[in-house]
């Protein structure tokens, strides 16, 4: 999607600090981070809301979620670690293009759980 952030990301466009990417996925540092280790992890296909998700995009998704276990020591998740998914304005969520939040080590102030 020309206007998404995420799209640009994952286009080239704009520059993130990428730890991981396929076919389906990328994986880079959030700029903001909220804990000492903060990462995101984006399906590559734009959709903003879980509600809207097609199934080829849910099978991306669940990609997602299968790949986040094996990355511990790339994304320094040794010692756990917590998956949050924004969804809409009363949540927080500001850039509408579905993503994951990786967040391990020491609370920094964002509780959003
Ligand atoms: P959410 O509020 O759930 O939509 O999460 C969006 C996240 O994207 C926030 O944690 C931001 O800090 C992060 N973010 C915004 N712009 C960038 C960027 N250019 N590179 C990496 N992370 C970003
Ligand atoms: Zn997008």
Redo the contacts with the bound molecule.
Sequence with gaps: MEDC??CK?IKGE????KVYEDDDMVI???????AKN?H?CVPKSHFKLLADMTETQGEMLLKCFKKIPTLVKELGLENGYRL???QGDD??????HL?I?ILSGQKMGWTPA
């Excluded at 704009?14 to 600090?17: K, L, Q």
């Excluded at 880079?28 to 909220?34: S, V």
């Excluded at 949540?91 to 509408?96: E, I, K, L, P, T």
């Design positions: 952030l995420f990301i704009i520059p993130a600090t880079f540092k959030d700029i903001d981070p909220k903060h995101l949050v998914i924004n949540a927080g969520q500001s850039v509408f993503h939040h």
